[in-house]
């Protein structure tokens, strides 16, 4: 068994596409960059060569930069909110009167004390002189019309 592990860890290790010289050494290593001055090359985060070349000053922020300063910080100013437009509930009664009267229907009134508008009206067409009944919704909407 130890035989055919070390064979694995060997197999790992130097069968590599890079160890086989398949792939190029530059391809797979860091990012560098190029010296102007002695054409050495470094890291790209290197901000300073070996030669002196300066290329770039790194720059890092103190505590008190970091902090907000107190000019930045605004007062929040409360907008007053929009004033609540209340919408107008027609009473389906008036709404089922607008409707059989546009679309000439018969409007019945029944007297009951039930808040149904089922119970409180029935309304009919005669076409044909057969006479047919209005069906209704809850808020007063006629959707169409059955025979008795």
Not at 72 to 90: G, T
Not at 93 to 103: P, R, V, Y
């Given at each position: ?15 590599t ?8 050494s ?47 910080i ?7 909110s ?12 008036d ?6 009267e ?10 009951t004390k ?35």
């Amino acid at each position: 068994m130890k035989l055919s592990l070390n064979r694995q860890v060997i197999r790992q290790r130097f069968h590599t596409p890079q160890y086989l010289g398949l792939i190029p050494s530059s391809a797979t290593s860091m990012p560098n960059k190029t010296c102007p001055e002695c054409k050495k090359e470094v890291h790209v985060r290197t901000s300073k060569c070996e030669c002196g070349n300066i290329f770039y000053t790194p720059t890092r922020k103190t505590r008190e930069e970091m902090e907000p300063k107190e000019e930045e910080i605004k007062e929040v100013k409360k907008v007053p909110s929009p004033p609540i437009v209340k919408k107008v509930i027609k009473d389906p009664a008036d709404i089922l009167q607008e409707e059989a009267e546009d679309l000439k229907y018969v409007l019945k009134t029944h007297k009951t004390k039930s808040k149904d508008i089922h119970q409180r009206f029935t309304i009919h067409k005669t076409i044909n002189n057969i006479k047919y009944n209005g069906i209704f919704n809850e808020s007063g909407k006629i959707i169409g019309i059955g025979q008795d």
